[in-house]
């Protein structure tokens, strides 16, 4: 039988972190795109919405391991396992690891080919390539930084949760301006 007070109270308590987490990959492509539109020009922005698709995959990986391992760590929790629930965080770390690599890999040697998969104007496939490449070439952060916010809303720590995404979001702005 569930304690609706106990579940009223983690649900407001975890609400505004949720929401600034999912928010901050939307609050990322829209500056992204502000600042390559003012700064470059509306072919960039075909560029950069041309590897939407990309980011988008590099997002479903983090979900994936950070929510499967997620999953499981609480499993082993709620079965007294806690050593178990740090296997599984490892474990999908070790994981993004090695497929950051592999797509690290093909964001430097392959860019060339997936620009020209997902472009066919010859005069914008050169920045199709070069965002296509610092995408996957930054494919771990993209992906790892899933893990951690499973966990701390698994530990109920919604606050560093909340200042994770801040930062992140703060940086990218940084990032943008200055590069």
């Known amino acids: 039988k569930r304690n609706n007070?106990?579940?009223?109270?983690?649900?407001?308590?975890?609400?505004?972190?949720?929401?600034?987490?999912?928010?901050?990959?939307?609050?990322?492509?829209?500056?992204?795109?502000?600042?390559?539109?003012?700064?470059?020009?509306?072919?960039?922005?075909?560029?950069?919405?041309?590897?939407?698709?990309?980011?988008?995959?590099?997002?479903?990986?983090?979900?994936?391991?950070?929510?499967?391992?997620?999953?499981?760590?609480?499993?082993?929790?709620?079965?007294?396992?806690?050593?178990?629930?740090?296997?599984?965080?490892?474990?999908?770390?070790?994981?993004?690891?090695?497929?950051?690599?592999?797509?690290?890999?093909a964001g430097a040697f392959g860019s060339e080919y997936i620009a020209r998969y997902l472009c066919d104007d010859a005069t914008i496939i050169p920045m199709v390539q070069s965002y296509c490449r610092i995408t996957l070439l930054g494919s771990f952060s993209y992906i790892i930084i899933y893990i951690p916010s499973y966990f701390l809303q698994l530990n109920g720590d919604s606050k560093s949760m909340t200042i994770m995404m801040g930062v992140l979001i703060v940086t990218d702005i940084i990032f943008d301006w200055l590069l």
């Open 5 to 105: 007070k106990f579940m009223t109270r983690e649900f407001r308590r975890a609400l505004f972190p949720v929401m600034v987490s999912v928010l901050g990959g939307t609050i990322n492509a829209l500056i992204d795109s502000a600042f390559v539109t003012r700064r470059l020009d509306s072919k960039a922005l075909v560029a950069v919405t041309l590897n939407m698709p990309i980011f988008l995959i590099l997002c479903t990986i983090g979900c994936l391991f950070g929510g499967g391992a997620f999953v499981a760590a609480s499993n082993s929790i709620g079965k007294s396992e806690d050593e178990d629930a740090g296997k599984f965080y490892h474990s999908a770390v070790f994981f993004v690891v090695v497929i950051s690599v592999i797509l690290t890999l």
